[in-house]
């Protein structure tokens, strides 16, 4: 049940665009967006709760499919800070329980 | 505002011991989850709390067992530790009763606790 990120790791230059999606078998009701740094607790990004919906956070924006259950993060004109693993989650069928995906491995380079 | 804090930061234990972790949620919210993190994977659920008890339940054994209390605080208890206990204890905090649902509004997460089972 634990939804498929790809790709598993990216290097980029400061400023170089990225996209990471996330995939899964099952029914996806919402979506959450995630940032973690290493050795640090996973940070918010955004939520898309409904199919269809697009959300942007400065340079960072996401998608949600709900028909195709993926959705896609999008990063823009990149900067050393984006540098991080990237977690997609979202509720199981039954939406008491919570699923992050495989995660995304970002690093940005001068 | 205080967000979620977690204690103790760091433990280390030895096979057979139990261990209890503490959470208190960032103001404003309600319920608790904990989340197992080994090292270089992603978060792992093992149960939600509110409304002073246990909601829903990820795959793991009875072993870990936990509780809210009144003022929505919680603990995760680990009996019979193994090795492969080993692992960042993470609890995240939401705020259920405002939204009406459990994952309609984000996870605030603690900085965890760093468990070591030798």
């Known amino acids: 049940q634990q939804p498929v990120q790809s790709p598993q790791a990216v290097i980029l230059r400061e400023g170089e665009d990225a996209v990471i999606n996330c995939s899964s078998s099952?029914?996806?009701?919402?979506v959450h967006w995630y940032r973690q740094k290493h050795g640090e607790a996973p940070v918010f990004l955004m939520i898309?709760?409904?199919?269809?919906e697009q959300k942007g956070h400065e340079k960072i924006s996401a998608s949600f499919n709900e028909k195709k259950q993926q959705s896609s993060l999008y990063l823009t004109a990149s900067q050393l800070s984006y540098s991080g693993t990237y977690f997609c989650?979202?509720?199981?069928?039954?939406?008491?329980?919570?699923?992050f995906g495989t995660g995304t491995s970002l690093t940005v380079i001068p | 505002d205080a967000g979620v804090t977690q204690s103790p930061t760091h433990l280390i234990k030895t096979r057979g011991q139990q261990v209890t972790l503490r959470c208190s949620p960032k103001s404003g919210h309600d319920t608790v989850s904990w989340y197992q993190q080994a090292l270089g994977q992603g978060p792992q659920f093992i149960f939600q709390y509110y409304e002073e008890e246990e909601r829903q339940r990820g795959n793991f054994p009875d072993r870990f067992s936990g509780h809210q209390f009144p003022n929505y605080s919680s603990e995760l208890n680990v009996n019979a530790l193994l090795l492969g206990d080993s692992a960042l204890y993470l609890c995240?905090?939401?705020?259920?009763?405002?939204?009406?649902?459990?994952?309609?509004?984000?996870?605030?997460f603690g900085n965890g606790t760093r468990l070591t089972v030798t």
């Open positions: 995240a905090s939401s705020p259920r009763r405002l939204t009406g649902a459990t994952y309609n509004s984000p996870l605030h």
């Open positions: 099952k029914a996806l009701y919402s």
């Open positions: 989650g979202t509720p199981s069928g039954t939406r008491n329980q919570f699923y």
């Open positions: 898309l709760l409904k199919g269809g």
